[in-house]
């Protein structure tokens, strides 16, 4: 109950911003954060809402307690001046049942007053949530003491530099001296000794020999946000439904320049670029069966890669190096996944499981596939599952998720994280995982129950391309940062287009 309640306040706090209630929004965000202060989203969210930069700052800092390599925290955090040495970073909530103590920043530290809470942010617990744990940085009366003396000193050593007598010895008035005891006497809290000055006047009206002049400190340069590559610099491969046959075109990253690869008439599905991009594979039909073909990045010269027994071969993937495919195929039973090592005389079984097994994708390194399976064999659900082609036995395949529908796992290029599609309730979304399952995270939002399929990244990692119907129903091609954010429209087709690859 309580993963449905966050859901819901997320959800309700994400419209309430696309809709400009900010204060809603924020109010929404802290009740979530009190049901869960380790939410990632939930403060990057709150970090966009709140009013001033000292709360962002507070968020992104927050934020990157929890994930240390989250590009938004610290990019936005580059940008923002830096706080005060008063200031204090926001910490998380306690988590339910634990004392204020609890919150994230050093129980050693005593709380300061919390920040004035702005209008309409009534949730309970947000003042809690939103308590600093930094030390006050105020002034030790020694520290003052000192500040003073060196203030004096220094004016005092101007005044000699520019009248050489003082140093003759005539003291000066007794009512000087007195102020100067007792200017320089130190408190009963320090120890200090007492310095008194004596001063001639000048009697040759000597003028100084030099004034000086205050050098200013110069700014600290703030450093500048990366610049995103246009989208045109990218190359997509992508199915395009027409006259209701699937067919395969390219076009840039923005949706200018589209080419048809392949001739009307036939369907063509699972398309896939040779990790040189000088290639293409894809399913056709060759007397009822899908069968792969490869051909060049153009479309010209295809050729049947193998010949399959079955009745369906799909979802092809190319191996780091170019000479394997891996590709899901049914035999006996439901699909399995299988390599072809080209020129062997004969294909390898990867899984033999109960149930159905798809998607397969190769990791960068070409140690590793990730694909979508069955677990139970009963047609229940598909998870994603990670294989190690360097091992044997049950410790190769490890299980990444456990709920839902999750399937079509894409690789980042460093091969330390996995984007993929997941269904659970209405519609499907995009989310994006740690390599090894963890940190989980949706990226796309604010879509009233829309498909989101096919995540595929950019080899530079900047960009993760998607087909989706939230624009009009049609599922046509969609782009976005894999913060989850800048999402933008590149195809605006009135036929179903989908799996985009990007061309390495």
Known sequence: MANEELSRLLSEARRAALSGDKPTARRLLEEALTLDDNNVQAWLLLARV??????????????????????EARRALETLKPSPPSSASLPRPPVSGAPPSAARRPSAQPPVKPPTKPAGATTPGVAEAWRSQRQSSG???????????SFLAIAIGLFVLSNPQVLVGTPVPQTVQAVLVETLTPTPTATLPIVIVTVE?????????????????????????????????????FVREVDGLPALFTSRGDGSDVRRLTPPGEPFTFPAWSSDGTRIAYTAL??????????????????????????????????PDDTAIAFAADDVQPDDIFIYRFGAPAVERLTDGRGIEADPVWSPDGTKIAYA???????????????????????ATIQLT?????????????????????????????????????????????????????PSWSPDGRYIFFSSTRNGGILNLFSMT?????????TNFSENTYSPRVRP
């Open 373 to 395: 399976a069955d677990p139970t064999g009963r047609g229940g659900s598909l998870q994603i599952f990670v294989r190690d082609l360097t091992r044997q036995g049950r410790e």
């Open 139 to 149: 002034l030790n009366p020694v520290v003052i003491v000192i500040s003073v003396i």
């Open 201 to 237: 006047p000048n009697p040759f009206n000597i003028p100084p020999t030099w004034t000086p002049t205050a050098t200013p400190t110069p700014l600290p340069t703030a450093t500048p946000l990366p610049t995103l590559p246009p989208l045109s610099s990218y190359t997509l491969l």
């Open 402 to 454: 456990n709920s839902g529908q999750n399937f079509a796992p894409s690789w980042s290029p460093d091969g330390s994280q996995i984007a993929y599609t997941s269904a659970q309730g209405r519609g499907s979304r995009i989310f994006v995982m740690r390599a090894d399952g963890s940190d989980k995270r949706q990226l796309t939002f604010g879509d009233s129950g829309a498909e989101n399929r096919d």
């Open 50 to 71: 709140v009013t001033t930069p000292r709360e962002r700052r507070i968020c992104y800092e927050n934020v990157l307690d929890l994930d240390p390599d989250n590009v």
């Open 482 to 490: 894999p913060d989850g954010g800048n999402i933008t429209q590149i």
């Open 286 to 319: 060759v007397d009822g069966r899908e069968q792969i073909f490869i051909a060049n990045a153009d479309g010209s010269n295809p050729q049947m890669a193998l010949e399959m027994p079955n009745q369906r071969a799909r979802g092809v993937s190319w191996s």
